[in-house]
């Protein structure tokens, strides 16, 4: 019994030893089919997490992780090996023997089935390790950043001063201040310097730019450092950390004060690895105070570069002048004192004077208007002043208004213009026209230099004052400093004392701004002359019962920003006197039916209020508004509410989301000449747009600017009465700038032919579009009707059938921006090298330009930009040659008006 037992187990470990190796020869089919499917699941895993890394690459400035590349390599590899593995197995499977059940070289099969089981193995292992987290990781900040510039004049010397004081590697020059009077042009100088590293081989990781400004703020220095790195704790310990390891250069304009730079972060000892400080400022003795190891005095111009920048300044007028005007310019230019602000600023003031009498009044005014003040306001006041006194009255007042805000202050022009007209500057006319003179305004005080462009605040042009404009606007404000207590500008807790809040009594004008809290939600402050109130971007929670009780006077009140209130404050209703009312981004979701009260109100915002708004039934309607705004933000009884927008009898400036069909459609045929943007949301109708000849039967969106569609079926067709002609010299969205589809059912946007201004396009995620522009618009009506030719930027992607942006020839602006992403059948772009008459630059993926269909001996210039944003001229035909053999880059291909070679 034993021995049985014995032969029995040795029997069964003999075949146990002998099953798997007698499986690999028997099982062969079944283990190939079995890897089969999971090689099939594995591909499946590949494309998903391939399509996955490549959207979010596409949407935002990230990168793969190296795990991911790791697992998508290998995925690769192993796909390769499987394909081969299932070569040999299906030919073995052709060779068999005793009725085609066993192969007829067993050793071969056992070794192709031990093969194949091993690839399963490895293939469960791939599909386990594809739980990798995320995917991307953010990309690393660009080293430097360009900053805005105006040519400039006689700054040459004091840049390559500078300049050599930067690249010396000794540790004697690790701090260097810049000083000089305002307005000599210190900051010009500073943004030169930063945009000479773009060019240059400096050998620094980041260059970073900071404002400081007059009022200290520690906490805004540490945040912007920490934007510019790209790091989420901005606390002073982790900018050390990272600092420490860095070779940076840290640019910081407009310093009052000394700075304690390790409160904020930056480690002086880590300046030992050859990290450099560069520090503007007006007074000397800050240099001083800062330890700066070289200095350099920024110094008004030579003559000679003064009376050129003045020349430059006023332009034509000066160049077939009589000698006498001539004489009395190089007279203006002394008086100035060779200051480049002031030669700028009274420059463009007589740009347009060619009266002798006109030259001797500006050059007497400059003489001969004494005043009191300290010497910086004789010097510098007094000319800048000049400039304010040319403009008309209207416009003045517009000045004035911009010292509403702190200094350094982006002001989004869109803004300024509405809060202009809430403050009744612009007088009493179509809302539209009041918005043209606005911007008319805006554009003659850019010119002016009394304002300059800003940085872009979320995607919107902004306007900013020089910090001497802005003291010299805040000087005029308070009447020539008689009267301090008519406009405040409140900018942190420390300014919220006891003595500053008794000083509202007699304000006008009050804006308080930043982190505050503090008396504002204590004692109802007494303000029985306060016309205009400014609460922004606060930390403001609530305002006390009886805030608003002593000011009968306000005709404009700002709230926005203040995302911790919630509840509206029903004492505003009693505000009879109120024109101007702005809760955008805070928290309020209701507005009381007591809002009927304010039967002044002109202008309404509720913009980027995240919670469904709820306006009681009537309000609307009963509010005499010039301007209603709720963009970004959605309504509660939307069909209502553009019901009773609808029934108004007077023109308004109406921006509005909304995602109903039949508010969708209520808009169009109603309000189309009162939408100035509007978004769309998972709606779905058809428009009929009627081109005539007569203005009854005739629709135009004449002030419509902006459009987003998102998620809608939409249907728009263009009806021709007889006698029209071309369809394109018709142009039904004439102010249309902006465009943005998404996720939407258009056959094509051919409708566009219409917006002759369109300046951004962006096209996204479309499973049908095979055209932008449909075949049904001819060649020679689109190059009359010039379609494109404002174009600024252009983003289309993930649209996997488009073929083409257009059919025929396109002229694009000089500078435009095209960005494509995973659009695979997209060969070709509507221009050639004959017809690239400006300079643009397309931006796409190295798959898709591999396949780009265009005259291979076109001169483009092709930057590479993982060698640093290196540039070079060749034909195209060399760059496709050239891109082959790069495996790691982010391409752009700047095509020039040279056309192609010889």
Same mark, same amino acid.
Request: glycine residues 4%; charged residues 25%; hydrophobic residues 40%.
């Given at each position: 019994m034993d021995f049985a037992n014995s032969l029995l187990q040795l029997v069964s470990n003999l075949w146990g030893l002998a099953s798997k190796p007698l499986g690999y020869i028997c099982d062969l089919k079944d283990i190939v089919e079995a890897l089969k499917k999971e090689t099939r699941d594995l591909e499946a895993m590949n494309e998903d997490v391939k399509a996955t890394v490549e959207r979010e690459e596409a949407e !935002?400035? *990230?990168?793969?992780?190296?795990? *991911? @590349?790791?697992? &998508?390599?290998?995925?690769?590899? $192993?796909?390769?090996?499987?394909?081969?593995?299932?070569?040999? =197995?299906?030919?073995?499977?052709?060779?068999?023997?005793l009725a085609r059940r066993l192969p007829r070289n067993c050793w071969s099969s056992y070794k192709l089935g031990k093969k194949v089981d091993q690839l399963l193995n490895e293939a469960g292992k791939l599909q386990r390790k594809r739980e990798l987290g995320n995917y991307t990781s953010p990309l690393p900040p660009p080293s430097v950043i360009p900053m805005p510039v105006d040519d400039t004049m006689g700054l040459d010397m004091s840049l390559n001063k500078v300049w050599k004081w930067l690249m010396d590697r000794e540790k004697k020059n690790r701090v260097i201040g810049l000083y000089g009077t305002g307005g000599v042009g210190k900051t010009t100088l500073m943004k030169r310097i930063n945009n000479k590293f773009l060019s240059a081989n400096h050998g620094f990781e980041v260059v970073i730019w900071v404002v400081v400004s007059k009022q200290l703020n520690e906490d805004n220095i540490r945040h912007a450092i920490g934007e510019r790195l790209n790091i989420q704790d901005k606390s002073v310990h982790s900018l050390l950390e990272v600092l420490t390891h860095k070779k940076f250069v840290l640019l910081i304009d407009d310093v009052w004060e000394?700075?304690?730079?390790? @409160?904020?972060?930056?480690?002086?000892a880590g300046l030992e690895n050859g990290s450099k400080i560069v520090l503007t400022t007006r007074l000397m003795q800050v240099c001083d105070q800062m330890n700066a190891d070289q200095k350099c005095e920024v110094q008004c111009l030579m003559p000679e570069e003064a009376l050129t920048l003045f020349k430059q300044s006023v332009g034509k007028v000066l160049e077939n002048c009589p000698q006498k005007i001539q004489d009395l310019a190089e007279d203006i230019v002394v008086e100035c004192n060779r200051l480049p602000l002031a030669l700028i600023t009274v420059g463009r003031a007589m740009a347009s004077k060619n009266d002798l009498c006109d030259w001797r009044h500006a050059l007497t005014t400059l003489r001969h208007k004494p005043h009191e003040l300290e010497d910086?306001?004789?010097?510098?006041?007094?000319?800048?002043? $000049? #400039?304010?006194? #040319? &403009?008309?009255? =209207?416009?003045? =007042?517009?000045? &004035?208004y911009c010292c509403h805000f702190p200094e350094d202050y982006h002001i989004i022009a869109d803004e300024l213009i509405e809060l202009w007209i809430g403050e009744g500057l612009l007088g009493n006319t179509n809302i539209y026209d009041m918005r043209d003179q606005g911007a008319s305004i805006l554009g003659n005080l850019k010119r002016a230099c009394l304002l300059e462009s800003g940085l872009y605040s979320l995607g919107q042009p902004t306007v900013k004052m020089h910090d001497i404009i802005h003291d010299m606007a805040t000087w005029i404000a308070r009447d020539h400093g008689q009267k301090e207590n008519k406009l405040l500008v409140i900018?942190?807790?420390?300014?919220?004392?006891?003595?500053?809040?008794? @000083?509202?009594v007699k304000a006008e004008k009050v804006s308080l701004c930043g982190e505050l809290t503090g008396n504002i939600n204590q004692t109802p402050p007494m303000c029985s002359q306060l016309e205009t109130l400014f609460v922004r971007k606060t930390n403001v929670g609530f305002l006390p019962r009886g805030f608003f009780k002593s000011m009968a006077c306000l005709k404009v009140l700002d709230l926005s920003g203040n995302t911790n209130i919630k509840l509206f404050p029903e004492e505003i209703c009693d505000l009879i006197n109120l024109w101007y009312l702005n809760i955008s981004d805070t928290c309020i979701s209701e507005l009381p039916k007591e809002i009927k009260n304010l039967t002044r109100l002109r202008s309404l915002l509720l913009n980027g209020i995240s919670n469904n708004v709820l306006i009681p039934t009537g309000v609307i309607a009963s509010l005499p508004l010039n301007v209603f705004s709720m963009w970004e933000s959605g309504l509660e009884k939307e069909e209502e509410v553009v019901e009773e927008l609808g029934g108004m009898h007077k023109m308004i400036d109406l #921006?509005?989301?909304?995602?109903?069909?039949? #508010? !969708?459609? @209520?808009? $169009?045929?109603?309000?189309?000449?009162?939408?100035?943007r509007v978004k769309i949301m998972d709606c779905e109708f058809s428009m009929c747009i009627p081109i005539s000849h007569s203005l009854k039967e005739r629709v135009e969106f004449l002030h419509l600017e902006v459009l987003y569609l998102q998620r809608c079926s939409m249907h728009v067709k263009m009806e021709i009465t007889q006698g029209m002609g071309r369809v394109c010299n018709y142009s039904c969205f004439p102010s249309l700038i902006e465009v943005s589809v998404e996720r939407c059912g258009f056959s094509d946007l051919s409708w566009l032919v219409h917006a002759p201004k369109l300046q951004k396009l962006k096209v996204w995620s479309y499973d049908s579009i095979e055209k932008i522009i449909g075949d049904g618009i001819a060649g020679e009506e689109l190059a009359t009707s010039r379609l494109f030719s404002h174009l600024e930027f252009l983003n289309i992607g993930f649209l996997s059938k488009l073929r083409s942006i257009c059919g025929h020839t396109l002229f694009f602006t000089r500078g435009a921006n095209i960005n494509i992403y995973i659009c695979p059948s997209l060969k070709k772009l509507p221009w050639d090298s004959s017809n690239a008459r400006e300079s643009f630059s397309v931006n796409g993926s190295k798959g898709w330009w591999a396949g780009f269909e265009w005259d291979p001996t076109a001169r483009v210039t092709f930057q590479w930009r993982d060698e640093g944003s290196v540039e070079e001229e060749m034909t195209f035909g060399e760059a496709v040659r050239k891109m082959n053999d790069k495996s790691n880059w982010n391409p752009t291909i700047g095509f020039r008006p040279s056309g192609p070679s010889e």
């Open positions: !935002a400035r *990230v990168r793969r992780t190296n795990q *991911v @590349k790791n697992w &998508l390599d290998e995925v690769q590899v $192993f796909i390769g090996g499987v394909d081969q593995v299932l070569q040999d =197995a299906g030919e073995r499977d052709q060779i068999k023997c000394w700075l304690d730079l390790s @409160k904020i972060g930056v480690p002086r910086m306001v004789e010097k510098v006041f007094n000319i800048l002043k $000049f #400039s304010y006194d #040319s &403009l008309d009255g =209207a416009t003045q =007042a517009c000045f &004035l900018e942190n807790e420390e300014d919220m004392s006891m003595e500053m809040m008794s @000083k509202l #921006s509005i989301v909304v995602y109903k069909s039949s #508010s !969708a459609l @209520k808009i $169009f045929q109603s309000l189309h000449n009162c939408i100035r």
